[in-house]
């Protein structure tokens, strides 16, 4: 599904990320370890071109995204992320963070569509059918956000502002935000390092469950458990490279590269 | 006192009988249309300059438009608003022969004034707001406009809002030179109260108290909004 090739990342004249290649199957549950200002977190941004790559080539779903031509906000839609710090959005309540975008990017379709349709009467060329309204499409997303809310059993915040919510709250939000979208993978930057040891499991539930149903996810992540336990690809990268790379068990295990010995000596 | 009960007696005289009340009101409207007329027309530009100013900046064209922005900015908080009133009313605006009014002219200088100065304060707003918050914007696919507009935009007004406020304030103790190209305002219908009477202390006293009056009004009004705006922050 993802194709990483020969991936490097510069800020200025450090070089970040020093050619990464990587695939990621559907299905996969990729736990990305390594210390910090190994350049894992910058890995991930990439993925979704938060942060655009100096060289290389990002395929998804058979398009190289890391191109500066391709309109990435196609692509992102298609791939979730969530983040360190929640990032939900302070002025929208909790239904509204989750359905912003859907509801944005349907209506934004249904206008496409409306003007082409006006263009194509005048040029006899073909309707595109037109099946929904701005309404329906609002009424659809909201069931929708409700049932994920349920989901998560938190449909009594629907209509609270974030800055009410705890930690582990907001962070569950925050990926069923992602979930709204119907993305093919999520990416996940560090998703509890910012939690209070007792919210940290909620959050990691969630996850799990997630994994269990197919969803292919990348984790950047310090829980050593949940890598072991969950991921079905663990890896390590140092020094802006894949140091190693190996199922779970091998890798925790077995470890080859020193540094990973290292690593996991003091981590674990 | 016998002096100032004169005065004042002069003074209501002509604000009652010789129409002094209607002159009062039309430089009342003019004063507030010019400085609401300035402060909306600032925001939009502010706006998108501030927006321009944040772009991203590793392709051409928003070098280019950050370039003309800030040449903008310079011109127009590098020359007194009554100097901008004057060339647009007797320079600019004869050599492209448009005729407008007094009234018309202020609203436009004081607009294109008001966003020099209000692209700087949205911009400081704009740069308040978590920078993770237009990452979680891009997340999901939106792009960098709309997550300006529906996200980011709108915290930063949050933030500035008391900034903005001291802004529609000066303006509108700025309206008070915009007689320099014949606009009609509170000062002019004050001078003409006092020069009817050839007594000028009672008018100009008057002119500065509806001046206080304005300003408190408009500090109160900003208040609320402040306070309904913040319902974002409150715990409940």
């Not at chain 2, 009004?217 to 900003?222: D, G, K, M, V």
């Amino acid at each position: 599904m993802i194709d990483v090739i020969n991936l490097k990342k510069s800020f200025g004249s450090v070089e970040v990320l020093k050619g990464i290649n990587m695939t990621i199957n559907k299905g996969d549950i990729v736990a990305i370890i390594g210390p910090s200002g190994s350049g894992k977190s910058t890995f991930l941004r990439c993925l979704n071109c938060m942060e655009d790559p100096t060289s290389g080539q990002i395929i998804f779903n058979g398009v190289d995204i890391a191109d500066m031509k391709v309109d990435i906000n196609i692509h992102r839609r298609k791939m979730g992320m969530v983040f360190q710090h929640f990032n939900l959005f302070n002025n929208k309540t909790v239904l509204e963070n989750i359905m912003l975008a859907p509801v944005y990017t349907r209506c934004q379709e249904l206008k496409k569509a409306k003007r082409h349709n006006r263009l194509a009467a005048f040029g006899k060329k073909e309707q595109i059918p037109v099946t929904t309204t701005k309404e329906q499409i609002k009424k659809e997303a909201r069931e929708q956000a409700m049932n994920l809310l349920k989901r998560i059993g938190l449909e009594d915040k629907a209509n609270v502002y974030p800055s009410t919510l705890s930690g582990g709250q907001k962070q569950r939000i925050a990926i069923v935000r992602a979930l709204a979208m119907n993305p093919d993978v999520i990416l996940f930057d560090e998703p509890t390092s910012a939690l209070d040891p007792e919210m940290v499991g909620e959050v990691l539930e969630l996850m799990k469950q997630l994994a269990e149903e197919g969803m292919t996810m990348v984790v950047v992540t310090h829980e050593m458990g949940f890598a072991r336990e969950v991921a079905s690809r663990v890896v390590f990268i140092d020094e802006g490279v894949i140091k190693e790379e190996a199922e779970p068990k091998e890798f925790f295990a077995h470890p080859k590269d020193v540094r990973l010995k290292e690593f996991l000596s003091k981590v674990l | 006192m016998g002096n100032f009960d004169q005065k004042v007696n002069k003074f209501i005289e002509i604000f009652w009988e010789q129409n002094g009340y209607n002159k009062v009101l039309q430089g009342l409207q003019n004063t507030l249309m010019i400085a609401i007329a300035g402060l909306i027309i600032g925001i939009i530009i502010g706006t998108i300059i501030a927006t321009v100013r944040v772009l991203p900046k590793y392709k051409t064209l928003p070098k280019v438009l950050n370039a003309i922005c800030s040449f903008y900015v310079a011109l127009f908080r590098g020359t007194p608003m009554v100097v901008q009133l004057l060339v647009f009313y007797y320079v600019l605006l004869p050599i492209i022969g448009l005729k407008i009014t007094g009234v018309q002219v202020a609203m436009m200088v004081f607009g294109l004034n008001s966003g020099a100065y209000i692209s700087e304060i949205m911009r400081s707003g704009i740069q308040s707001v978590d920078p993770g918050q237009m990452e979680a914007g891009r997340a999901v696919g939106l792009s960098f406009g709309t997550s300006m507009v529906k996200i980011v935009i709108p915290q930063a007004v949050k933030n500035i809002l008391p900034t903005l406020g001291n802004e529609f304030i000066s303006l509108i103790k700025e309206t008070s030179v915009v007689s320099f190209v014949g606009a009609a305002d509170l000062y002019v219908a004050f001078n003409y109260i006092g020069s009817n009477s050839y007594e000028f202390m009672v008018p100009y006293l008057v002119m500065a108290l509806i001046y206080i009056v304005l300003v408190l009004i408009i500090s109160l009004l900003i208040k609320l909004m402040e306070r309904s705006l913040k319902k974002s922050d409150r715990r409940n």
